[in-house]
């Protein structure tokens, strides 16, 4: 029977990452993924030779937030990845489509603050509380600081208070509000349920900074990829565990596999959604405090992705830029799964090279819920139903509409390569219902992360800590931080920042 150290189980970047520092760590390796290929939702595809983004379009803390950086050198793949900067105001743009107007940032904490102070110059108070409260929470989050020798982050007064409270505390502009929690698009938890401490962690790197990645989420698996050779890191697609057996006191003693072969191993972290977890370990197996607690978890929103080419040949090559359309100034209305009307829409620009030549690319996502795919739930790739069709061309024909009353100059210039609904989320990252973030980080909430059911089996992942590429690579050193216990942790990483 073979022997691992560890086994990781899924490859999206948590497992990636996770994967990655216990190899560096000299630890026997063995990373599984359900899917033909590594990546998650970092992966690209390609159409008619056209690369589009799944689940990776932009990320902050590539300037003056040490977090992702510091990730990537501890790796050693902080070349490989090369920022793309949103530079210009025009390109963080959210546009409210019920006032006709529109609010333009520069990138920049202090700048966005004293932007935001010139919209609305009435509002200072507010606006000066808001942002020291989110800077000072970014600063005194000690396990956003992988260089921090601590023994466990202590509660903030701001994780018992939900970003929709601190905000009506703030003030009644409703439409100041809506831009305070416009980045809810970035942590798929609307500001009633989402602590203000959460919704800060995620969104401080957003105001420093917005970049894409050169090449995309295809960056971090190649570069993952070839640091992999250099360890003793196995990997097996189209694998997963299909039960764990011989459990003595608590601890699984064999781990069987989808196409019968038993492994033994000495921890075996899952980086995938809780609820693909607790399947694993299959219901009747575990607690039933257990069992309640992950089908407690609520799932976060999910997208209505479109990807679009830009047929102009006299458009300039489009600079890396983000548009966010919202319908209206209520971001809780917004997130209500039983909203008929119109839903925030992510537009996302660049230009890629590709072998015809510089071309101009949209990824258009729009804010989804499960109950919209709900009726085709039973139905798999390749073979959906005519509605299923119908409400697809429906929703990308909407969405096309709104971008060009945001781009006029877009209009007979669009052309729909492709689009992909919750559904295609779930079947292609093998999670329950496609949401994008995992599990909603609900204020309160107990989510799984380290030692989970038996005693050497542990959670990370996007649904552990915050998600998000950068909260989905940190549940990976966190975890790591607790396997490979604290001293052995912090030389790594010490002696990992001075080479690199
Ligand atoms: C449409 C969309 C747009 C997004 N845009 C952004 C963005 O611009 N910026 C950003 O920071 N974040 C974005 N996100 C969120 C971001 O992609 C995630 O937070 C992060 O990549 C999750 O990483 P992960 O490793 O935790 O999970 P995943 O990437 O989902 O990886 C989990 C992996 O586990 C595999 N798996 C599942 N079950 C099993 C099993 N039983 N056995 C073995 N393998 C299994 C899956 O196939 C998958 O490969 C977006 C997400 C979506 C869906």
Not at 139 to 155: G, L, S, V
Not at 224 to 251: A, G, H, L, Q, V
Not at 286 to 304: L, P, W
Request: glycine share 6%; net charge positive.
């Amino acid at each position: 029977m073979d022997r691992y150290d560890d086994i990781v189980v899924g490859s999206g970047v948590s497992g990636l990452t996770t994967a990655l520092i216990l190899g560096m760590n000299q630890r026997r390796v063995l990373l599984i993924e359900k899917s033909p290929a590594i990546g998650g939702s970092l992966s690209r595809f390609y159409k008619k030779g056209i690369p589009f983004d799944t689940g990776f379009h932009f990320t902050g803390g590539f300037a003056n937030d040490l977090v992702l950086l510091d990730m990537l050198s501890v790796l050693s793949i902080k070349d490989d990845i090369q920022p793309e900067f949103v530079k210009y105001p025009e390109d963080n743009q959210f546009i409210f489509e019920d006032q006709n107007r529109s609010f333009t940032f520069h990138q920049g904490f202090e700048q966005n603050k004293k932007e935001m102070l010139a919209y609305f110059p009435h509002e200072k108070k507010a606006i000066n509380t808001y942002f020291s409260k989110v800077k000072s929470i970014r600063e005194n989050t000690k396990a956003m600081n992988i260089r921090a020798d601590f023994e466990m982050q202590p509660p903030m007064d701001e994780d018992s208070i939900s970003l929709k409270e601190m905000l009506d505390s703030l003030t009644e502009n409703k439409t100041l509000k809506t831009l305070f929690s416009a980045f809810s698009m970035c942590h798929g938890t609307e500001p009633s349920k989402i602590s203000f401490a959460n919704h800060s962690r995620v969104t401080y790197s957003l105001y420093e900074s917005i970049a894409r990645v050169k090449n995309g989420g295809n960056a971090f698996i190649k570069a993952f990829k070839n640091r992999f050779k250099k360890y003793n890191i196995d990997i097996k697609t189209n694998t997963f565990i299909s039960s764990c057996e011989d459990i003595e006191k608590r601890k699984v003693g064999t781990f069987v596999l989808n196409n019968g072969s038993k492994l033994k191993a000495e921890n075996c972290i899952f980086t995938i959604h809780p609820k693909e977890i607790l399947k694993t370990f299959r219901e009747e197996n575990t607690s039933r405090a257990f069992s309640d607690r992950v089908n407690g978890f609520e799932e976060s929103i999910g997208f209505f992705l479109t990807f679009i080419r830009n047929t102009d040949k006299n458009q300039k090559p489009f600079n890396p830029g983000i548009t966010t359309l919202y319908p209206y100034n209520d971001m809780n209305k917004m997130f209500d799964p039983q909203l008929k009307e119109d839903l925030p829409l992510v537009i996302v620009r660049n230009s890629e090279k590709t072998k015809n030549g510089n071309i101009n690319l949209i990824n258009a996502f729009e804010l989804s819920h499960w109950n919209h795919v709900k009726a085709w739930a039973d139905s798999s790739t390749g073979r959906r139903s005519r509605e299923y069709k119908e409400y697809k061309r429906k929703r990308t024909n909407r969405i096309c509409k709104r971008i060009i009353k945001a781009f006029p100059e877009y209009k007979g210039y669009l052309e729909v390569i492709d689009s992909a609904s919750m559904l295609t989320f779930r079947d292609y990252l093998n999670n329950p219902q496609g949401s994008a973030y995992g599990i909603k980080q609900k204020i309160g909430q107990f989510n799984l992360f380290g030692r989970v059911q038996y005693k050497n089996t542990f959670a990370a992942g996007q649904s552990a800590i915050l998600p998000g590429v950068v909260g989905a690579m940190m549940s990976g050193f966190t975890i790591c931080r607790y396997l490979l216990s604290k001293d052995v942790y912090i030389d790594f990483i010490k002696n990992q920042l001075q080479k690199n």
